[in-house]
């Protein structure tokens, strides 16, 4: 049995239990945390526009997902291109995505971990090291799509019992909130947003493949359901749960009144809750959203090297152990990224910049037949390979100093600028192979589209389900906080 394999069995609720817990809350929560301790409130958009990607990818994507008859990412780039350049592709993205990608999603989950058991918990650094390493050695050995499906669905099951009371705790302290202290402790620092910090976020998501490759196996769960209405209805329903949960953590620091002066906000939680129940609570929702995760990004590296990369390209007898040697691997990699980050918001942004540009080249493969393999390959390579030119500019006095008159010349914060510099490098690069593209790749290209779309791809009805979806998502996230503000 293959290790990484879906099947069509599961049904909707299933579906739905195993995608709800992917709100990434614990990793918003540390990067609020650095944002507070490094000034930097623009991050606190981060949530805001995943809505928009999220809202998307269940329109757009999820269910021309499922009608695949594929497991993965990688079958669908040997299904969607042909030629050597199909092959190259998948050597290529299997590598990047198991070598370079997941490691850092890895670090970037492990460094919210270990400020929650270090700060809220007040646990010894190397308790807390050994604690989480463990943990990932373990899951190496609990993550076949059976056991995933399995795990998702407890935790699922678990993020909804522990929600309820959370949302009663925040509530209950909204009703009571003296909100012109809390006002006035935020309003200096988010004095310091401009219209280019809320328009930014969307077009770094769009930049970002992360929107469309349905990451830490959701695709694979999508499949795993008895027909294509039921993959996107489980979906649809799972990312609504998502966000209210979403709402309520996002409500909680505001009901407990925190404020940037508190500085650190895990070891503010920890002071205020003080080891009673309601930490306990807060801790096991923290722990389920980060350990639901983590172990689909595992099996989401096992799946890139021993189920694309050995199954295709290397003479090996695949079995259980290679597919555990892998996540071994990718785990003993993303621990080390969390070792020489020191903090939630470096990691994000090394996330954001080796992907910067792809987004459009992954969106425009599903509609236009001139995408070939090349133009993906092209455009996945040079954004990692201007992420790198841009560290080593950044690195020279000359560069330093170039790189800060041209953010002074765009009116553009040093972030955004190397974001969209290298975004829109990356598709002038791949824009390249794009018109030189030759025939037999673009006819191939028509008859997949052809065959998934059943004929030309329906824009306009995804489009308004998307519209819909985002102003769903955005009630459903503020329902919390008017609750108990109403109250």
């Known amino acids: 049995m293959d290790h990484f394999s879906a099947k069509r069995i599961h049904s909707i609720v299933t579906i739905a239990l195993a995608i709800l817990p992917g709100a990434h809350i614990l990793t918003l929560h540390g990067m ?11 991050v606190l958009l981060i949530y805001y526009s995943t809505f928009i990607g999220m809202a998307f990818s269940m329109a757009f994507f999820a269910p021309l997902w499922s009608r695949l008859p594929l497991g993965t990412e ?4 040997l299904w969607r291109y ?18 370079v990608v997941i490691p850092i999603l890895i670090g970037l989950l492990l460094l919210p971990l270990r400020q929650l058991l270090l700060e809220a918990l007040h646990l010894p650094e190397r308790d807390t090291m050994l604690m989480l390493a463990a943990f990932l050695a373990l899951g190496a050995f609990i993550n076949s799509f059976r056991h995933r499906i399995l795990i998702d669905r407890l935790i699922g099951l678990i993020t909804l019992a522990l929600a309820i009371p959370l949302a009663c705790l925040a509530i209950s302290r909204l009703r009571s909130l003296d909100v012109p202290p809390i006002r006035s402790g935020w309003t200096p620092f988010m004095e310091q947003l401009s219209w280019i910090d809320v328009f930014a976020p969307v077009l770094v998501l769009w930049w970002f493949a992360h929107i469309i490759d349905l990451p830490t196996m959701t695709g694979q769960k999508l499949l795993a359901s008895r027909s294509e209405r039921d993959g996107a209805r489980g979906a649809i329903a799972a990312s609504v749960g998502m966000v209210l949960i979403g709402g309520i953590f996002l409500a909680l620091p505001l009901a407990l009144g925190y404020t940037p002066a508190q500085g650190s906000y895990f070891a503010f939680i920890g002071r205020t809750l003080q080891g009673g129940p309601w930490l306990a609570v807060l801790t096991g929702l923290y722990l389920c959203t980060g350990m639901f995760l983590l172990l689909n990004l595992q099996h989401w590296a096992g799946s890139q090297l021993d189920g694309n990369l050995v199954k295709h390209h290397v003479h090996l007898v695949r079995s259980r152990w290679t597919g555990i040697a892998a996540m071994l691997l990718i785990s003993g990699l993303g621990f080390g990224v969390a070792l020489i980050h020191d903090s939630t918001l470096s990691a994000y942004w090394d996330r954001i910049m080796i992907a910067a540009g792809v987004g459009p080249v992954f969106i425009l493969r599903w509609y236009l037949p001139r995408v070939t393999a090349l133009v993906q390959f092209t455009a996945m390579i040079a954004a990692m390979a201007y992420a790198v030119l841009w560290d080593v500019l950044a690195a020279m006095e000359t ?24 975004g829109v490098a990356t598709l002038l690069t791949a824009a390249i192979p794009y018109w030189t593209a030759g025939e037999p790749d673009i006819a191939h290209g028509r008859l997949r589209l052809g065959e998934l779309h059943g004929g030309r791809p329906a824009l306009r009805a995804p489009f308004m389900i998307a519209f819909g979806l985002c102003l769903v998502y955005a009630m459903v996230a503020v329902l919390p906080a008017a609750i108990g503000l109403a109250l």
């Open 74 to 77: 990688g079958e669908f780039l």
């Open 32 to 42: 609020v945390s650095d944002a507070v301790l490094l000034g930097r409130p623009q």
């Open 399 to 422: 560069g330093a100093v170039l790189i800060a008159r041209l953010a002074d010349a765009t009116g553009l914060p040093g972030h955004l600028l190397q974001a969209g510099t290298i």
């Open 82 to 99: 042909n030629g050597a350049w199909a092959m190259r592709l998948h050597v290529m993205r299997s590598c990047m995505l198991g070598l």
